[in-house]
C-alpha cells in the first residue's frame, strides 16, 4: 500500500538565520531558530500522523 | 405411382423444415454462448467498477484527512510564530545596560595596590546588548549558520 504525502504538508516552513554581529542580534537569532526547529518538528509530527490515518483509511475503508 | 406423386411434397416440405430447425437451432445455440460471454464482460465490469467506486471513496476521505491535518499544522504554527515574535519583541525592549566602574574608596585602599588593580582591571566596564561580539566569534556562528542552511546567512 502506497500513502504519499499531500504537497501542502511538503513545504519548508522557516529558514535559518544567522547571528549578526551584535548580542541582540543573536539573541533574536537564537529565538527564530530554535522556533524554527520547533515548526519543523511540529511538520513531521503532521506527516506521521497523515500516514497514520492514511493507512487507516486504506485498511479499514475509513 | 399416385402415393410417390403425393408424397414427394410431403417430403420435400419435411426436409425443408428440418434443415430450418437445425438453422434455428444452431442459431439459437450461437445467440446462447454469445450472451453467456456478454453477461460474463457485464459481470466483470461491475465487479470493476465496484472496485474503482471504492479505491475513489477511499482517496477522497484520505483527502479530507490531508487537508484537516493541513489546517491543524497551520493554526499551530501561527501559535509558533506568535510566541517567537513576542518573544523578539521582548529582545527589542531590553535596554541596554551599564556598570559604573567600581569607585576605590578609602577602605580599599587597605588591599595591596596588586589586588586593586587586578579588581579594577577585571570588573565590566559596561555590559551593552548592542555591543559587538567578538570577530572569531562572528565568524564562528556565520560558517555554522552556513553548513545548516548550505547558502549566506542573511541577519535577522
Known sequence: MLVLTP?????????????GDSVRSLAK????????VGEYKLLLDKQRKYKREAEEVYKNGG | MLTSITMRPLII?????ISLNCLFGYLSYSFYSDKAVAEQALET???????????????????????????EFKRQEQALESQSEAVLQSIDTLPKQQIEKQSLNKTDRSQSETVINETYRNAPTEIDIDSKLPASLVGMLKEHCSRVKGSACTNP
Do not use: M
Not at chain 2, 416440405?13 to 423444415?17: G, K, P, Q, R
Not at chain 2, 465490469?45 to 472496485?51: A, F, I, L, R, S
Open chain 2, 45 to 71: 465490469c461491475k465487479g470493476t467498477n465496484q472496485t474503482l467506486s471504492n479505491s475513489l471513496d477511499k482517496q477522497e476521505k484520505a483527502c479530507k484527512v490531508g487537508d484537516g491535518i493541513a489546517s
Open chain 1, 7 to 19: 504537497d501542502t504538508l511538503l513545504v519548508d516552513p522557516c529558514e535559518v538565520v544567522g547571528a
Open chain 1, 29 to 36: 537569532g537564537y529565538v527564530r531558530n530554535t522556533s524554527c
Open chain 2, 13 to 17: 416440405t419435411l426436409l425443408f423444415s
